[in-house]
């Protein structure tokens, strides 16, 4: 879909300085919607952190002063709203239910996409600590399906900026290249393809067809697909949106 044919939205994205929210930030101004990031602090002391707030405002991004642990301010933020994207870190999953609980206040909210962007955590089979991860993620799903809450959970599986540091070896994501030996998943020889996880939140955040459900980036072509599901609340559609 070209931006200039995109509906416009209102969009709210909590935890946009981290790791994924920065690039969702940047995707969500690059294709023409009113873009907000929640913070604690506009100028905070992280010099790192401080510049890539002031590129925000620099893009057109309104900074909205709240926390994720502050009721108030964050109903007061997502009142403002009708997307809410959540890119919070793995120690705040578990807090999400007070996103969702803001939201249920609000009662405004259009779409809401919860931090997923990994596996879809009902369709694989791990063990901890990840599946602890992954329970909490399931959890948090029912309480969005039984707010009744419109949503999309947008499941891109790994990063290849997060494994290719470490050559593809899970034991050792965050240390660096091995020097010394690799442990080497399968044959070795399984082939993958790249794709921006950024363009298909945005994608997600106006597609109609992937409101309640499941959305996964597959091949073949990049296509998105949000995959049914056992709850009723989610069902089958799919995007044909290579631009970016």
């Known amino acids: 879909m070209e ?3 995109e509906e416009r939205s209102r969009v709210l994205v909590i935890g946009g300085t981290g790791h994924i929210g920065k690039h969702i930030v940047a995707a969500s101004v690059r294709h023409g919607h009113s873009t907000s990031v929640l913070v604690r602090d506009a100028a905070p002391p992280d010099p790192a952190k401080a510049q890539l707030l002031t590129s925000f405002v620099d893009s057109g991004v309104a900074l909205i002063k709240g926390d994720l642990f502050n009721h108030e301010s964050l109903v007061k933020a997502i009142k403002s709203t009708d997307i809410v994207i959540s890119a919070v870190g793995p120690r705040q999953l578990a807090e999400q239910t007070r996103i969702v609980t803001a939201i249920k206040e609000a ?6 996409l919860p931090s997923e962007f990994g596996s879809d955590v009902e369709r694989v089979h791990t063990v901890d600590p990840v599946a602890s991860l992954y329970a909490g993620k399931v959890n948090l799903r029912r309480l969005i399906e039984a707010e009744g ?3 999309t959970y947008v499941c891109c599986n790994g990063f290849a900026e997060t494994y290719l ?14 020097s010394d030996k690799i442990i080497v998943l399968g044959d070795g020889d399984t082939k993958g393809k790249l794709a921006s996880f950024s363009l298909y939140s945005k994608s997600a955040l106006s597609s109609m067809s992937a409101c309640m459900s499941v959305t ?3 091949d073949p072509g990049l296509i998105l697909d949000a995959c049914s599901g056992i709850c009723g609340g989610r069902g089958h559609s799919s995007l044909h949106d290579t631009s970016d």
């Open 216 to 218: 996964c980036c597959i």
């Open 107 to 112: 009662g405004n909210v259009k779409r809401f």
């Open 3 to 5: 931006p200039d044919k």
């Open 149 to 151: 809450i419109p949503h």
């Open 165 to 178: 540091p470490s050559i593809g070896d899970v034991t050792a994501v965050g240390s660096g290249p091995p």
